[in-house]
């Protein structure tokens, strides 16, 4: 029988990379997936890869307003959620003298606030038991330089994934955080560098990753749906890390 059939699901930011992989994969264990994304093109692709199946909807991740529709229109068309997988995100990597307000608070919106009432908007429909994923990062445990912003945002996601299991337990809803480390995924691509310096960025990143590459969107999706299913009934408040050894330097 596969993992998450006649699941209903949701998978923010599941219009690329992490996210869209694992849609991919939720579909294929059996599950009813819908993604949400903000850029028109990726939302026609996602439309594209994940077929009629899916219910792709346009949401921007750090709106308090967008999230309470959003739950809305899940409870109208799915009843209620057995699995969540938040990952929408987003990274802006400047030195701390560089960073101005407008860019910490889109960035706190879209990492934080935004996942934080969406999860709240989503407490009526979530069914006992359900399953929420928190995707964070290994940013939050390393000392990168500037990523001060950002590191805060995975830093609160982990926060939340221990204190919410602790209170929504009771509620038959289990709260875990999966902490990728690099993965190839179009993330890079919007970090604003001019190519020789993205490429000088990558290379200095994959020379701390001990399993010398880069990780793949697959190999967070498979996670993810461990923790989305029924396998995973005993793990609560948990932290999967999946960086290539990179924190144990």
């Known amino acids: 029988m596969k993992r998450l059939e006649g699941k209903r699901t949701l998978i923010t930011g599941g219009t690329s990379g992490i996210g869209l992989e694992t849609a991919r994969q939720f ?10 994304g903000s850029n028109p093109a990726t939302l026609e692709q996602a439309r594209q890869v994940l077929g009629p199946d899916a219910l792709v909807l346009r949401v921007d991740a750090g709106d308090v307003a967008g999230q309470r ?26 030195p701390l003298e560089q960073f101005d307000e407008a860019g910490f608070d889109r ?13 709240q908007a989503l407490l009526p ?6 399953s929420v994923v928190l995707n964070t990062s290994i940013n ?3 000392g990168m330089p500037n990523s001060s912003v950002y590191a805060l945002s995975k830093a609160a996601l982990i926060s939340l994934a221990r204190t919410l299991s602790g209170e929504l337990i009771g509620r038959g809803i289990r709260v875990n955080a999966v902490s990728p480390g690099p993965v190839s995924t179009p993330l890079y691509g919007k970090l604003g560098l001019p190519p020789a310096e993205l490429e000088r960025t990558a290379a200095a990143i994959l020379a701390q990753v001990p ?18 299913s029924d396998e995973s009934a005993f793990t609560v408040g948990s932290e999967l890390v999946i960086d290539g050894g990179m924190s144990t330097l």
Do not use: C
Not at 27 to 36: I, K, N
Not at 125 to 130: D, H, Q, S, V, W
């Open 27 to 36: 579909l294929a264990e059996g599950a009813r997936v819908a993604v949400t």
């Open 107 to 119: 960035t706190i919106a879209v990492n934080v606030k935004g996942p934080y009432f969406l999860l």
């Open 69 to 94: 529709q959003l739950a809305h229109t899940l409870g109208e068309a799915f009843g209620q959620l057995d699995a969540v997988f938040v990952n929408a995100g987003m990274a802006d990597f400047r």
């Open 211 to 228: 399993a010398g590459r880069f990780g793949e969107p697959s190999e967070i999706a498979k996670a993810v749906v461990f923790l989305a």
């Open 125 to 130: 429909i979530l069914a006992k038991p359900a």
């Open 140 to 142: 939050a445990h390393l």
